[in-house]
């Protein structure tokens, strides 16, 4: 049973345009929600966060939404750019006092020039 | 800027030798992990350490062991390996303070054969 899900396996955007990855989570106890970027032979990334008592979190061009009551966040990257082709996972945690991340399953990411 | 490291990027070995997977991190983080990465599946957590000589089967423990005897370093033990254990194994750590982050390894492609 996957508590955290990424429907769409890849994603390709035009450089430039806005690129949003979507995650959908069953846990509602979830206390946080991480965004990674992983690039091929390297290890995943820290990209952005979002706490659950908050519904946006934004860093330069990477804006993360949290909407609670559909259980569901994206990432929103404004604009895309070829650097950002990669594999995204969205992540879950802080629903038991351990430290576990949930992962989804990912999202590949294509700009395309 | 935080540093895990592990022993190998690429290692292959055959069906029932022993395999050691190392990972050190350079921050004192109290919190360990190791993950395996397979495609669809994403990132799943075998086993994790709060401290030193403290371990936690994650969600997929069969089959692996650990031992944390320097807070520093974390290592994954494979007792007999098994093809069904090819796969990218990833080690994060993460601090005990507020941040909720894991920051990972490079990772270690292991093929079994």
């Known amino acids: 049973d996957q508590q955290v899900k990424q429907n769409s396996p890849s994603l390709s955007v035009q450089e430039g345009r806005i690129s949003i990855l979507n995650c959908d989570y069953t846990?509602?106890?979830?206390?946080?929600f991480l965004w990674y970027k992983k690039y091929p032979a390297e290890g995943p990334t820290f990209l952005i966060s979002i706490s659950s008592i908050k519904d946006k979190n934004e860093d330069g061009r990477f804006t993360v939404f949290l909407n609670k009551s559909a259980k569901h966040l994206s990432l929103h990257i404004v604009p895309s750019q070829p650097g950002d082709s990669a594999v995204y996972f969205c992540?879950?945690?802080?629903?038991?006092?351990?430290?576990?991340?949930?992962f989804g399953s990912g999202t590949r990411l294509l700009v395309r020039p | 800027d935080v540093k895990v490291t592990q022993s190998s990027r690429y290692l292959v070995k055959r069906t029932g030798e022993k395999v050691f997977l190392e990972c050190v991190q350079d921050?004192?983080?109290?919190?360990m992990f190791w993950y395996r990465q397979d495609p669809g599946l994403g990132l799943r957590l075998i086993y994790f350490?709060?401290?030193?000589?403290?371990?936690e089967k994650g969600d997929i423990p069969e089959g692996y062991s650990v031992s944390r005897e320097k807070k520093e370093r974390f290592s994954l033990i494979l007792e007999s390996a098994s093809t069904n254990q090819t796969s990218m194994y990833l080690c994060a750590s993460r601090d005990r303070g507020l941040r909720n982050e894991q920051f990972f390894g490079p990772g270690t492609r292991l093929t079994v054969l």
């Open positions: 992540a879950a945690g802080g629903d038991d006092s351990s430290y576990k991340l949930i």
């Open positions: 350490s709060y401290d030193v000589k403290m371990k």
């Open positions: 846990n509602s106890m979830f206390d946080y």
């Open positions: 921050m004192d983080h109290e919190n």
